[in-house]
């Protein structure tokens, strides 16, 4: 008889799931999938009146693990209160396809993400890479400094946070810098771009825009770039001039062609860029100097969104959390 799904709720996995916890199933993932023992479903993006549609999956057959996330983006959401991302990832027995789990797909998105972008910054960023400027000020910019205050916490990291939408007044820089300084992280408002951009070890983008948002030509040698936005046809945060100055590597080529800042590289250039799971395994190079640019384009997999709610699923059983479902 196939034992009854557990649900865990987002309150749950905020309880279940830390830094500690994913950072590692993120980086396995990308291995896996670098050496052909997982593999991503077809991640569709499709268009609605007033927002978007996605659908992402994973197989990890030595894993046991078979699942779908199921998610909407609505902008206005956010008038009603709501998170404009919303939603499901539902975990599948591999041999016969019952329902094992149904998890909360938002905390999962917001920390597989947040961690993806201090992956690429530990494993392509300089040893000493200290100063993070992130541009953006939405929530996944929030998570990012999180994530990094985290990650790089031994080298005791300094944040400025540039808006790029923001009024002369700098007031959406300075509620960010509110919000994180409530978490204990002091973040310093970064009008001037330029400026910021010359100080900066690492920047991470994390916007939603269809339009470069990043300067190639100010972004100093030596510098890592996370680029987080870009995850659907349209999307850009890099122009040219970057992409034809650094070392390119991705999560996964095809979703960098179809969604991420490949959609503007040619097919050569793709077949040859790197995944992070291979700069992980050792059979792509990463970092070639200190002088190096690098960017880490960051499309989002299923197999990440899979894998974390398969551990927040564990985790529930063995703390006795979670529900029991009847189907």
Known sequence: MTPNPTLVSRAEQERLLDWAAVLPIVNESYVALARGEARLLPTLREPLMGGMLGFRGADWPARGLLGIKLSAFFLSNRELGLDSHQAVIVLLDPGTGAVRGIVDGNHVTWIRTALSGAAGTLALARSDARCVLIVGNGLQAEAQVRSH???LADRSPEFTVHAPR????GVKSAQFCRRL?????????????????????????ATPSTEPVLPGGQVRRGTHVNAIGADAPGKRELDDVLLGRCLFVTDDREQCRRFGEGQRLDAERLERT?????????TAPGRTGDDAITVFDSTGLGLHDVATAAEACARAAASGAGTTLAL
């Not at 923001?166 to 007044?169: E, P, Q, R, S, Y």
Request: aromatic content about 2%; overall charge negative.
């Open 149 to 151: 205050a985290w990650a």
């Open 166 to 169: 923001d009024d002369a007044g």
């Open 181 to 205: 300084e409530a978490r204990g992280i002091r973040v310093a408002p970064a009008v001037d771009l330029e400026r910021a951009l010359a100080a900066a070890d690492v920047v991470v983008t």
């Open 274 to 282: 790197p995944t992070i799971g291979e700069v992980l395994a050792g």
